[in-house]
């Protein structure tokens, strides 16, 4: 296995780092867990975040992918929602150029919905709250004016609006997180099961157990409670009565053969009143998301009929294209808590909400929360715990990514030096892992200095680079999470992988 001791440091050091008492353990490690914990160390905290499955595994992975102010939540009059998101839009474009990128909107016209002075109203103030950053402002377009952005449509459709956000890959955004938290002295432990906490000689006693481990308890003087929808539960296993009600939203998305061939996206209105995203996804359309109470197991949480069709239906309403069950590639659903207000689950407030109980210690739970504002929610759920530091630095907010440093630069550098690879790989590796694609191919010379091929295009090189550096244990962590190679390679493709992962690791 050539060159993996280039990254079985970092791997040792995770492994072998556990001490026993820790400023804050972090229970949860999906977008919002990573992100506390790159702000807890940023702040010069001792961290521990304890994640039972994958970084990012269910919901973090479930989004629509997307890096937005969230148009639609003006009408809801969520505006400091929607301002707080620009911000954090802005501020990921420039910290993370290689994981969010612009994304243009097509929101086609129809009489059936809301009228075309509503949404000419909203886009305007959508770019007044956007400010002075550098993307188009919204557009008014005709078939006329703009035919490619309305030859995949029905013809009915005459009219449209032009906006932009932006898109991103939430699953390695986490991943970024999880990473600089790292760099900063967090320690993060996935696959490993959070069991029960108490209080005990002053301090939270925190039970835990690795796969394939012995159980351990370590000790705290706060948590910070991410565990999304088992965030009540980790609360119960600290013996505390959860002080607030939940909401289960599932959200379900699936993936079909190119609706067009452009690169921008349509967000479509939809007789509910709600609105679905088309967006062009690793040479295919991902289409998302419904939103249906849940209230089944969250540990088998898949796309129903029901939502399928709903999602068949708006595509029929809008795009000459018909598909049917079987042009589904793939699809995925994801749950999203909500502090319950005893209202229908469309008129839930999106925005995040923070619990704090301070007896005995301080346990922060969070309810909500978007992927677009995790870095925000990281702060906040921070400054809960000031008084419990004294000496608590005011602020974290990181300048940039690990993946994104010099990141302009290092692409040109990258395409010169690594002109050898195929280029659909080195386009793969910069769009993954930005300014890191180096630190991938150190010592690489030359393709052979890959190693073996273990499946088209991932290569021995890569593959022990994601399981010693970025947590990688499955063929599902690295086909889905870490790369979206699971959209192109067969079962048997698949198969092969988990083979290698199980002789090699």
């Not at 906006?163 to 002295?185: H, P, S, V």
């Not at 999602?311 to 042009?327: A, G, H, Q, S, V």
Request: charged residues 20%.
């Amino acid at each position: 296995m050539q060159k993996a001791s280039l990254y079985l440091k970092p791997y040792a050091d995770m492994a072998m780092s556990l001490t026993n008492e820790y400023d804050i353990v972090i229970i949860g490690g999906g977008i919002h867990g990573a992100a506390a914990a790159l702000n807890a160390a940023g702040r010069g905290l001792k961290v521990l975040l304890l994640e039972k499955d994958d970084l990012a595994e269910h919901t973090s992975s479930a989004s629509s992918k997307l890096i937005h102010g969230g148009l639609r939540y003006l009408e809801h009059g969520q505006f400091s929602l929607v301002i707080k998101a620009l911000k954090a839009r802005e501020n990921l474009l420039r910290r993370a150029p290689h994981l969010v990128k612009p994304l243009k909107f097509v929101l086609p016209l129809t009489t059936l919905h809301r009228a075309q002075w509503q949404i000419k109203l909203g886009l305007k103030m959508y770019d007044f709250f956007s400010g002075k950053e550098n993307l188009p402002p919204a557009t008014y377009i005709t078939r006329k004016s703009a035919a490619a952005l309305f030859s995949p449509l029905n013809s009915n459709f005459e009219n449209a609006f032009t906006f932009y956000d932006a898109k991103t890959d939430d699953a390695r955004l986490t991943i970024e997180n999880a990473l600089l938290a790292r760099q900063l002295g967090a320690e993060i432990k996935t696959h490993t099961q959070f069991i029960e906490g108490a209080y005990a000689n002053n301090a939270w006693q925190v039970s835990f157990k690795e796969k394939g481990k012995r159980s351990f308890t370590i000790s705290a003087k706060a948590i910070i409670n991410t565990a999304g929808p088992w965030v009540n539960e980790v609360l119960r296993s600290f013996k505390l009565k959860p002080e607030v009600n939940l909401a289960w939203i599932k959200g379900s998305h699936f993936i079909v053969p190119p609706l067009y061939p452009m690169d921008n996206a349509y967000i479509l209105q939809h007789t509910d009143n709600r609105v679905v995203f088309c967006i062009p996804y690793h040479g295919y359309s991902m289409i998302g998301t419904t939103e249906q109470d849940y209230t089944g197991s969250l540990d088998n949480i898949v796309m129903d009929q029901d939502e399928a069709s709903y999602l068949f239906n708006i595509i029929k309403l809008y795009f000459k294209t018909p598909y049917r069950n079987e042009d589904i590639k793939h699809h995925f659903s994801g749950v999203r808590t909500f502090r319950s207000q005893n209202k229908v689950n469309s008129k839930l407030s999106r925005e995040s909400y923070i619990n704090v109980i301070n007896a005995p210690l301080p346990i922060v739970s969070l309810y909500g929360g978007k992927l677009t504002t995790h870095a925000d929610c990281a702060n906040r759920m921070l400054e809960k715990l000031i008084p419990s530091f004294l000496n608590l630095k005011k602020d974290f907010s990181p300048n940039t990514f690990p993946g994104a440093l010099n990141f302009a630069e290092q692409v040109k550098q990258l395409q010169l030096t690594y002109h050898w690879l195929p280029e659909e790989v080195l386009t793969r590796y910069i769009s993954q892992f930005g300014s890191r694609t180096a630190q991938l191919l150190q010592g690489c010379n030359k393709l052979a200095d890959l190693g073996i091929e273990v499946c088209k295009g991932l290569y021995e090189q890569e593959i022990n680079f994601l399981v010693k550096d970025e947590w990688a244990t499955s063929k599902e962590d690295i086909l889905w999470r870490r790369t979206k190679l699971g959209l192109q390679y067969s079962q048997h493709e698949g198969e092969k992988l988990g083979s290698y992962l199980e002789a090699r690791f």
